[in-house]
């Protein structure tokens, strides 16, 4: 009898949200699976990843863009309902009971930022999928790109939403902040699809502040429960980066964010 895939969890966000941390967290409940860096290889294949992890122990939680990306064939990242073919359904879900079977657990957990703008190809694949939406004061994210960005000569970093090539003369820091604000209202529109018990929106600022209550608002939504003993452990060494383009951006920088993506910071419930 095949394995029953029941709720699989989503995270998205725009890269740099928090949601690795997030990820990484919620990875460590004694429920969830999800994919490994030393099983991402072969991942729709139970007794190939089985041989793979003879003699390893790495089950650090990973993207897996290989498997979520797989079925992308045009120049962005983003994918549709029309995307969810029988064949790709296949895979994914394959994918999904192999790591079920190896964890021998009953949910499974994915993050990959590029999902953001999946989210309706994925809701095809897995009907009954929960999704939790990291979001993070734009300015934050646009000040972490343009710092990833930095370390590749300037060329563009990360998730590539409908629209992305439109960011590339622009000066780095400005096609930043349009990048988090492309790919957010991409996964907002999409999310509008959903019925709420499917939906969750996460404030980074709120995780990071409060960090075993977001834990265990998420658990409620997807039916799972925390050891709070151990979620005390958990969480002891989260903290927030927000400071970081307080202090580092000019003024003028920071007002021509604020030019940019106020507007939807402000429906976010952000202060300009």
């Known amino acids: 009898m095949a394995i ?18 997030f990820y990484e967290k919620l990875a460590q409940h004694p429920d969830i699976a999800v994919i490994s860096r030393a099983m991402k290889k072969m991942p729709s294949s139970l007794l190939a990843t089985r041989l793979l992890l003879l003699g390893r122990r790495n089950f650090q939680p990973t993207e897996a863009e290989n ?38 657990k009953p949910r499974f957990l994915a993050k990959c930022p590029r999902n953001s703008v999946r989210v309706g190809f994925l ?15 734009g300015r934050a994210v646009a000040y972490s790109i343009s710092r990833s960005r930095a370390k590749e000569a300037g ?23 349009l990048q988090w604000k492309l790919i957010t209202e991409h996964t907002l529109r999409a999310a509008e699809a959903l019925p709420p018990e499917r939906y969750m ?7 990071t502040a409060r960090p075993a209550e977001a834990l265990n608002a998420v658990a409620a939504k997807c039916g799972l429960a925390w050891d709070q003993a151990f979620l005390a452990t958990l969480v002891g060494d989260i903290e927030s980066r927000n400071y970081k383009w307080r202090e580092s951006l000019a003024p003028a920088e920071v007002a021509r964010m604020n030019e940019l993506i106020g507007g939807l910071l402000v429906r976010l419930g952000y202060e300009l």
């Open 201 to 207: 929106e996460l404030r980074y600022e709120e995780f």
């Open 4 to 21: 029953e895939i029941r709720a699989p969890i989503f995270i998205l966000g725009c890269p740099r949200s928090g949601t690795s941390v």
């Open 123 to 137: 809701n095809a694949v897995f009907p009954d999928a929960v999704f939790v939406h990291i979001v993070r004061d």
């Open 67 to 104: 498997v979520w990306g797989r079925f992308c064939r045009g120049d962005d990242h983003a994918l549709g309902p029309d995307d969810a073919t029988p064949r790709a359904r296949r895979y994914l879900h394959a994918v999904v009971r192999t790591h079920l079977a190896l964890f021998g």
């Open 155 to 177: 060329a563009y970093w990360g998730t590539r939403p409908p629209g992305w090539r439109d960011l590339l003369e622009l000066p780095v820091l400005e096609a930043s902040a």
